[in-house]
RNA sequence: GGGGAAGUGGCGGAAUGGCAGACGCAGCCGCCUCAAAAGCGGCCGAGGCAACUCAUGUGGGUUCGACUCCCACCUUCCCCA
């Protein structure tokens, strides 16, 4: 007969189980497997050389998530890859010479060791890299697709430019004005640039939020917000003198009558028209002014700088007042917001009318409020919605009649129309960086901009000193020399369909097939950081709308059906970093606390969306839990071999002091805890560890008192699979010291039974008028009658009933008894 | 400025209309030990000798009963401007 050690040898026991599943390849769905499929993914890492306790948090949820659906009978899929294109890959190359492909790839070594050191059962086959031929060829294909549909296009616009990183940002990657990775201040540049057009998409994007229950309201108010789509007009100016017209979008058209100038911004194709127009003096200032703007970032525009302009010495006309208006070039209207122009209303827009104050601009009032409305002088801007006034026609309506009346006569007189505006803009892709996927365009003087065949993909990332003779190529058209595209596309691009590559991952005909989107679509449960709210998961709906449209995959054309936010890990209250020399590493937490600690740690400190802190007290209690696991179930391991049985023969048995009750109780509260947790996809697992401490003291006191117990045993023989999905190497370590011959993580769930958890024995609250006054020891089942009859024989309570009438009674059964008396 | 989320012991948190503070951390006491650590047992919101009273950011409201629902305010965080 062996006798396990008195201590828990957290070390030798999480290498030994690490090893074994790594070998047996427990973690493979089965494709033909009859059990309901469920995928469930973290969002993927790059690659930066370690892992931190933010990812251990990230994927400790997420293995967890997918035991428990394993073991409650799902065939899951379970995939983990690599982000692996990127800055600072090629950062590090220019700092310190080493090539980015090699760097990434000793991270990624690095980063799957570790990945797997946290005791992680991922579907290791289906892994992949972004960097790779066979990843991005299919980047390339699909990017190739796009632009069959229009969706992809090169244009000249103003960008953002970030000066740090030398590259241009998409709009989403601009966070108050700056560099979403650096903090750079962003500048303004004119570039020609790719671009993808989700704005195509906008709408679908929009309303199918909608549908989206299962995401939290929080990120879908925000890709509402970034959408942002108002209703509200197009109407056309005018230029006197000049066959052009400007067209400006407003939410306001009933404002019309009070507009008072016209304000374009400085790169608005017109004013260029404009300087045949008028004098050589009013061109040079407008010059001047234009210029002074150029780097200029569109937060400084907008709101660091003072509203500014100049007269263009131009006038357009009202098409509905046909009034005659100055056209000044500012510094707060954006080329590529909206058309670039604006109707300035003064009196009923606040930067309108602190810009006409500076300039001295007239400010007619056109609305007045509907109830107790003067027009009297404003002293502000009255941006609320009212009757119009001196308005024409229009004179007397309201603002909601008077939008609807002037869209119609626009349209008739062909001066616009009613007309819905976004704030999303078109998504820039090209990046001035080698470290991406090359983008498939040749240039060409004779055929113009040709695309790579797509049997001549991939188009192949070239060593950085071969650059300029990869750039050197026949054109694919006429065979003339021409000259590659030389951008990169944004590694959004990869992570936006990195999810249909994990179930074909070696389809080297298609980027995946059909038939396993239709098995395997779509991700029952993504779980990730909220920073890509509006970044990667909105660029994944759109693709996987543009994926449905080609009918590339079945079902819905959403691919996240369920998103889980999981909140940061602090360190003794400060965030992680370098700097402040408090990373906490997974090889020195393994080493020192064990993993199933860790990952215990992890779920139990806060709820998973809650900010966590990390600390060395905190980890210490969960070390101790494992500790008084192992004791707990010392005498009952080792000689035991072979007599659990099969999950048939492990009923609970019948037992009759309370003690041993409350222990199958708590047993079976434990399991209901860990499965309603994962079906209600609250994934509170901290309540449910809560339970497994009380269920290991409830066994601490049993195995001292009696530890022949039959409850005791039962408790013991079951353990091991309560804790499988968060503490899975102990739970391995005991199952095997059981006598157990299989892998406890292919087992079933224990299924809670309602008859153990219900006590036969209450204490019932009794209550006088709302305050506690008895708690009395009934049984369970005891009756309304009865409740009322025994809170009337408790002494404290008749004192409290004292000289009172007894009015009515509130009555939960088995809880409470409320007496309610005047 | 607009929108959203949150606020509970010394700390993390539990309770989603029914015993506020489960469980853990820290702390205190005891057992064990030559001693310590570990372990095991106990105590642990405030006031009070006690019966009790007060207590879930603040103030109102709904209800037999409110941490939980509603209104207003304060504070913090997030998003948008």
Redesign the pocket.
């Known amino acids: 007969m062996s006798h396990m050690a008195d201590?828990y040898d957290y070390r030798h026991v999480e290498h030994k189980w690490q090893s074994q599943w790594e070998h047996e390849r427990l973690y493979r769905p089965r494709d033909g497997d009859a059990k309901p499929k469920y995928y469930t993914m973290e969002m993927l890492p790059y690659p930066s050389g370690d892992l931190h306790i933010g990812h251990a948090k990230n994927y400790t949820l997420g293995d967890a998530v997918a035991r428990m659906m394993r073991m409650l009978g799902y065939n899951v899929l379970h995939p983990m890859g690599w982000d692996a294109f990127g800055l600072p890959a090629e950062n590090a190359a220019i700092a310190r010479g080493v090539d980015p492909a090699a760097w990434t790839a000793e991270n990624i070594l690095n980063m799957r060791r570790q990945i797997r050191l946290m005791g992680t059962g991922y579907d290791w086959s289906r892994e992949i890299a972004t960097c790779e031929p066979e990843y991005y060829r299919w980047n390339q294909w699909l990017f190739l697709r796009l632009r069959e549909h229009g969706l992809a296009y090169k244009r000249e616009a103003p960008v953002n430019w970030c000066p740090v990183d030398a590259t241009v940002l998409a709009n989403e990657q601009v966070?108050?004005g700056r560099c979403w990775r650096c903090s750079s201040l962003v500048e303004r540049r004119s570039l020609s640039q790719w671009f993808l057009r989700i704005t195509a998409y906008a709408d679908r994007l929009l309303e199918d939020l909608e549908r989206l229950d299962g995401w939290p309201?929080?990120t879908r108010?925000?890709q509402r917000?970034?959408i942002?789509r108002s209703e509200g007009a197009r109407v056309r100016f005018e230029v006197e003198g000049l066959d052009e017209s400007i067209d400006v979008f407003t939410t306001r058209l009933d404002t019309l009558y009070g507009a008072t100038f016209l304000a374009v911004a400085p790169e608005h194709p017109i004013v260029r028209a404009l300087s045949m127009l008028v004098t050589g003096e009013h061109t040079a200032q407008i010059q001047a002014f234009a210029e002074s703007l150029q780097s200029k970032s569109e937060l400084e525009r907008?709101?660091m700088m003072e509203k500014r302009g100049v007269f263009t010495g131009a006038y357009a006309i009202n098409p509905l007042s046909r009034g005659r208006i100055p056209i000044w070039v500012t510094n707060y209207v954006l080329a590529e917001y909206g058309s670039g122009a604006v109707m300035g209303v003064p009196a009923h827009d606040e930067r309108d009318y602190d810009f006409a104050k500076r300039y001295r601009l007239p400010i007619e009032q056109v609305i007045v409020a509907e109830e107790g409305g003067t027009e009297a002088p404003l002293r502000a801007s009255y941006v609320e919605d009212g009757r119009l006034i001196a308005s024409g026609d229009f004179t007397g309506m309201s603002s909601a009649d008077a939008r609807a009346a002037m869209a119609a006569c626009l349209a008739a007189a062909g001066a616009g129309e009613a007309s819905i505006g976004y704030?999303l803009r078109d998504w820039l892709i090209s990046r001035q960086r080698y470290w991406g996927t090359p983008i498939p365009i040749v240039y060409c003087a004779r055929c113009g901009e040709v695309a790579v065949p797509d049997e001549q993909l991939p188009v192949l990332l070239p060593p950085r000193n071969a650059y300029e003779e990869f750039l050197k190529t026949p054109c694919p058209r006429c065979g003339e020399p021409a000259r590659r595209e030389s951008d990169t596309m944004d590694t959004f691009f990869e992570s936006s369909w990195y999810y249909l590559r994990y179930l074909d991952p070696h389809n080297d005909a298609a980027p995946w097939a059909l038939e396993v989107a239709r098995r395997w679509m779509n991700v029952d449960q993504y779980i990730g950081g909220?920073?890509h709210?509006?970044l990667h998961l909105l660029y994944s709906r759109f693709f996987y709308k543009f994926f449905h449209d080609r009918g590339w995959i079945a079902g819905g054309d959403e691919p996240f059906q369920r998103l889980f936010h999981q909140g940061l890990v602090l360190c003794d209250g400060e965030k992680m970093s370098k700097s402040r020399g408090n990373v906490v590493g997974i090889d020195e937490t393994a080493d020192r606390h064990g993993i199933d600690a860790m990952r215990l740690f992890l779920l139990?400190?806060?709820?998973p969306e809650?900010?966590?802190?990390w600390?060395d007290?905190?980890i210490?209690?969960?070390?101790?839990?494992l500790?008084?696991m192992w004791?707990?179930c010392d005498r009952h391991l080792g000689g035991s071999a072979g007599s659990v049985g099969s999950l048939e023969e492990r009923q609970a048995p019948l037992v009759d002091n309370a003690e041993e009750k409350a222990l199958l109780r708590a047993v079976h509260a434990a399991a209901k805890s860990a499965v309603d947790e994962t079906l209600s996809r609250r994934f509170?697992y901290?309540?449910t560890?809560?339970?497994?401490?009380?269920l290991?003291?409830l066994m601490?006191?049993i195995a001292?008192k009696s530890p022949q117990s039959a409850a005791l045993r039962y408790a013991v023989e079951t353990l091991p699979i309560l804790i499988a999905p968060f503490a899975p190497h102990i739970a391995e370590e005991l199952w095997e010291r059981l006598g157990q011959t299989g892998s406890v993580h292919l087992e079933r769930y224990l299924v809670p039974d309602e008859r153990l958890l219900i006590t036969e024995e209450?204490?019932l609250?009794v209550?006088v008028?709302?305050?506690?006054?008895a708690?009395i020891l009934a049984d369970a089942r005891v009756s309304e009658e009865e409740a009322v009859a025994l809170a009337l024989r408790d002494p404290?309570v008749r004192?409290y009933l004292d000289g009172k009438d007894l009015r009515?009674h509130?009555y939960?059964p088995g809880?409470?008894l409320?007496l309610?008396a005047a």
């Open positions: 201590a966070i108050d309201e929080r108010t925000m917000n970034w942002g907008t709101s704030k909220a920073e709210a509006v139990y400190v806060t709820p809650e900010t966590s802190n600390t007290e905190g210490s209690g969960r070390v101790r839990l500790n008084r004791r707990a509170h901290n309540t560890i809560a339970k497994f401490d009380e290991v003291n601490t006191a001292t209450i204490t609250v209550q008028n709302g305050k506690v006054r708690r404290n004192a009515k509130i939960v809880k409470l409320n309610v």
